[in-house]
């Protein structure tokens, strides 16, 4: 293993970040802070409790998803698109280094960044409303789990897209309708029934619905559904990716 | 003879369908410069890329010291450092930082005083924490060789060096890869200057349509090169050479209206004395004479130009 090629891709993602430390941070705080303001607030001060959860409380870890999702793929595709792009690729492929370990360092800086996001954010929430976490545990996991799972997603996305549009359009085109549709902002159980059997085929409601059970204990599905199906989603992607390894994908033909 | 790269039968055809290397077959010796010539497309990056694992071969097999570049590609990318054609660099790293990156992709410990050396070397020393956007096209090219060597390899690709380079860089480069070659470190650069080959390269390659078309010591090519034609131009055209002149190796026109005749410039005696003796004592009359040189610009442009002459 090459450790240290490992080591200098992930600390150079790291201090990519740090460079440009204010909009990665101010970015994610200020949006939740809206969000609050506007559905925990304004909004949700008209509505009652949901599953005996206030609204405020109750969008938390949906909103929480809702950026680290965004913030993984879009993190991880950017940094490999962005060597692609501009060519300093050549040095990553023509270093003593497996497909695998550049992975490493860019989907392992990429989850850390969300996971420090989603801690941040989570932070922030704590500023609107008491937050309790009743399994703290399975908090870090799915936290976790999701992180890295969707910056291999997001790199998957990078090594794929071989223009800016089609690096934005797989965020915008499939990931923000399938969040906001996710159950992010409410309970599927406040659908009619048609669309409540719908979003079982969203991924997202799993991940949101799990993630939500470990803060309250209320869930729309099963809370071990949602840990089975987020670990199928990532073994989909390493499947992927192991594909991508094999055929040296789109990167040296 | 030592080999530290082979290659055979090298082929690499691109996704879009187009053949850049068409059975490539190269040994370059270790210590050595080889220069490899070719014009635009002739596959010169395309074949760098295939030995250090830029791009896949579609067949054939490259070894470097030994190690098969695919098979065991960390021993063989391990003793290789690469200078790309294009400034690829990136923007906001400082240049302490990417030299050090470099470093540490090729799994070497850190070694800042090794690194300090180098950048020193390169004039770079006083811009170590300067950001490369801010760098001069120059200087980001003196980077760019700074993280090739940062790893301290033991064959050296340079792909159009000069390319855009101002005379003192191409001077301070000229004494590096001197200084690199002393120290027993294989460069192979590519160019499209045959100046630029015959200055500074032991061994040269001609490479076209993804082939080598010829490999040899720059000496045995600058031998030829040392040949030079007379062109004797006749008042009268001949239609049967005088028996007196057949001792010369002497090439009669189509019309009959010149002779030309070949001689080694350097050799001690050209014969054309005897020849010009000869022609008078015969009833042969000279109009003017020309000599020419054929250049490697002229064998170049020849072994260029054959294959497409041939398939038309
Ligand atoms: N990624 C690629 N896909 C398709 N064709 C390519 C690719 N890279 C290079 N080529 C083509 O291969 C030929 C050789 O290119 P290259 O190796 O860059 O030549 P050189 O470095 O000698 O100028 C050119 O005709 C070029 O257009
Ligand atoms: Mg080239």
């Not at chain 2, 290397?21 to 635009?40: C, D, H, K, S």
């Not at chain 2, 006083?126 to 096209?137: A, E, I």
């Not at chain 2, 340079?158 to 480069?173: H, N």
């Not at chain 2, 027993?184 to 040269?204: K, P, Q, S």
Request: charged content about 20%; some cysteine.
């Amino acid at each position: 293993m090459n450790f240290s090629a490992i080591k200098v891709i992930y600390r150079a993602e790291m201090m990519r970040a740090i460079n440009t430390l204010f909009q990665t941070l101010a970015s994610p705080v200020i949006s939740t802070s809206l969000y609050f303001i506007v559905f925990g607030s304004a909004i949700g001060s008209r509505i009652e409790t949901i599953d005996g959860v206030s609204y405020g409380l109750f969008i938390v870890p949906g909103l929480t998803m809702l950026t680290i999702l965004t913030q993984s793929i879009s993190n991880a595709s950017f940094g490999i698109y962005f060597p692609k792009f501009s060519g300093t690729i050549y040095e990553i492929l023509s270093a003593p280094l497996s497909f695998f370990e550049a992975l490493i360092g860019y989907v392992g800086a990429a989850a850390t960044k969300s996971f420090i996001i989603g801690v941040i954010i989570l932070l922030t929430a704590n500023f609107f409303v008491d937050l309790e976490i009743k399994h703290p545990i399975w908090m870090v996991t799915f936290l976790f789990l999701t992180c890295i799972s969707f910056s291999l997603f997001g790199f998957i996305i990078g090594l794929w897209a071989d223009s800016f549009e089609k690096l934005q359009i797989v965020p915008i085109l499939v990931i923000t309708p399938l969040v906001f549709l996710g159950g992010s902002f409410y309970s599927i159980s406040m659908l009619p029934p048609f669309w409540q059997n719908v979003s079982l085929f969203n991924p997202v409601v799993y991940l949101v619905s799990g993630f939500r059970w470990s803060f309250f204990e209320v869930s729309d599905v099963n809370v071990w559904t949602s840990l089975s199906m987020i670990l199928i989603f990532l073994a989909i992607c390493l499947g992927i990716v192991s594909w991508m390894f094999k055929t040296g994908y789109k990167l040296k033909n | 003879m030592n080999t530290v790269i082979e290659i055979k039968n090298l082929k690499k055809v691109y996704d879009n369908g187009f053949a850049a290397l068409n059975g490539v077959n190269l040994e370059i010796e270790r210590g050595e410069i080889l220069a490899l010539l070719g014009p635009n497309g002739a596959g010169k990056t395309s074949l760098i890329s295939a030995i250090t694992g830029i791009i896949s071969p579609t067949s054939g097999s490259i070894r470097v010291d030994g190690f098969d570049n695919v098979l065991e590609y960390r021993q063989a990318r391990q003793l290789i450092g690469l200078v790309p054609q294009e400034l690829t660099i990136g923007a906001f790293d400082t240049v302490w930082n990417t030299v050090r990156f470099s470093r540490g992709l090729f799994n070497r410990k850190d070694d800042d005083a090794y690194l300090e050396q180098l950048l020193k070397d390169l004039s770079l020393w006083d811009k170590k924490d300067n950001q490369l956007r801010m760098l001069s096209g120059g200087m980001k090219r003196r980077v760019l060789i700074a993280k090739a060597l940062s790893h301290g390899p033991q064959i050296l690709f340079l792909d159009e060096p000069t390319a855009g380079v101002d005379v003192e860089l191409r001077k301070d480069m000229w004494k590096m890869i001197a200084r690199l070659r002393e120290s027993g470190v294989t460069i192979i650069l590519t160019t499209h200057y045959i100046e630029e080959a015959e200055d500074i390269a032991d061994r040269i390659g001609v490479i076209n349509d993804g082939k080598i078309l010829l490999i040899e010591d720059k000496d045995t090519l600058m031998q030829k090169l040392g040949k030079k034609q007379l062109v004797v131009d006749l008042k009268q055209a001949v239609e049967q050479l005088p028996t007196s002149l057949s001792e010369f190796d002497l090439l009669v026109s189509e019309s009959g209206n010149s002779l030309t005749y070949t001689f080694d410039a350097s050799a001690e005696s050209t014969g054309i004395t005897k020849l010009l003796s000869a022609i008078s004592q015969s009833e042969l009359q000279i109009k003017d004479l020309n000599t020419s040189q054929s250049s490697l610009e002229d064998i170049f442009v020849d072994l260029v130009k054959k294959p497409s002459t041939e398939a038309n």
